[in-house]
């Protein structure tokens, strides 16, 4: 075992303190994560479910700790499932027990401000999808005529159109296809950025510079944040448990299924057309890239608020598919 310092020592003594940990009572404002314009509501549902996972991650935290100086999460999971609310609430309690924990927003992170990013996402699904039908010899002047007024009324992603159209099959298979190529890769978010704030992170920088990103062409800077006195960081983002980018010690997961995820974005209404056919189509590819990188995590909470193995969570999936289908 490599030789702990007397900061890790300190963290382990804390962690071996709170092996019977009592969650504290919850003041009205708490400090949130670090998304410019953020409004993070936190219910007593979201309280619950990090009272769950607090006792379990200081758990999985110790050997962690004793292996390396400070320690990196992530809580991920689909829009609506909790991630913000649920990745303040555990940086609290690991600052009311004296760990310095930091949430960072992966939500930063996209190469392109929403509006932006939203019409790369259109354009990449239609160009995709229009190569694909000539790749096929699906294509033709008569066929686009019907696709561009589909286009037009921004319904162009629909799958009713397949009871009129049978080759209207090519088009949406292939803008799909194109769309995975995108969505939650390096091409669309700046993978190696966080991994490069972890690596600074993790040996033991004390100033960061942070990119911050809001909703406007004129909302992008670079915030010094100090690190001195932080030993978690704690990365709240749909894409927390990637492969693009390294350095995460305990991925969390908060599952939730398609539908309550477009429930909850069109309750919040961020970016407008919440539950237009292509905004369905891109949670169905955020979801299932969720489900395929599961396996990674170390802890996985279900909806109702109860810990998860990875087997119990592939069951509730499939539970829940079969539902939406009934």
Not at 190 to 217: H, N, P, Q, V, Y
Request: proline residues 3%.
């Amino acid at each position: 075992m490599k030789k702990t310092t007397s900061e890790q020592n300190n963290n382990l003594e804390i962690i071996r303190q709170n092996n019977i940990w009592e969650a504290p009572e919850i003041p009205g404002d708490i400090p949130c994560g670090d998304m410019p314009g953020d409004k993070v509501s936190i219910v007593e549902g979201h309280i619950a479910k990090a009272n769950v996972i607090f006792p379990e991650l200081l758990k999985q935290l110790y050997p962690v700790l004793e292996q390396q100086k400070k320690g990196v999460l992530t809580v991920c999971g689909g829009s609506g499932a909790g991630k913000s609310a649920i990745a303040s609430l555990l940086s609290y309690y690991f600052n009311q027990i004296g760990i310095g924990s930091y949430t960072l927003s992966g939500d930063n992170y996209p190469r392109k401000i929403p509006m932006y990013n939203d019409a790369e996402r259109l354009h990449v699904f239609r160009e995709s999808a229009l190569r694909g039908m000539l790749r096929e010899n699906t294509y033709t002047k008569e066929r686009f005529d019907i696709i561009h007024k589909f286009q037009t009324e921004g319904d162009d992603a629909n799958t009713k159109h397949l009871e009129e159209y049978s080759w209207y099959e090519s088009y949406l298979r292939n803008g799909k296809e194109g769309l995975k190529k995108y969505l939650g890769t390096n091409l669309e978010l700046g993978f190696d950025d966080m991994t490069d704030t972890i690596l600074k992170f993790k040996s033991g920088a004390e100033k960061i510079w942070l990119k911050r990103m809001g909703r406007t062409d004129t909302e992008l800077w670079f915030e010094q944040v100090d690190f001195s006195d932080i030993q978690i960081l704690i990365i709240e983002w749909t894409h927390g448990n990637s492969d693009y980018y390294e350095g995460v010690d305990i991925p969390i997961l908060l599952n939730s299924t398609p539908q309550e995820t477009m429930e909850y974005r069109r309750i919040r209404n961020r970016d407008g057309a919440t539950d237009s056919p292509f905004t369905t189509m891109v949670l169905e590819i955020e979801q299932a890239m969720l489900h395929s990188q599961a396996h990674k995590a170390r802890i996985i909470l279900s909806k109702s608020g109860e810990l998860l193995n990875y087997e119990q969570y592939c069951r509730a999936m499939e539970e829940s598919a079969d539902g939406s289908k009934e």
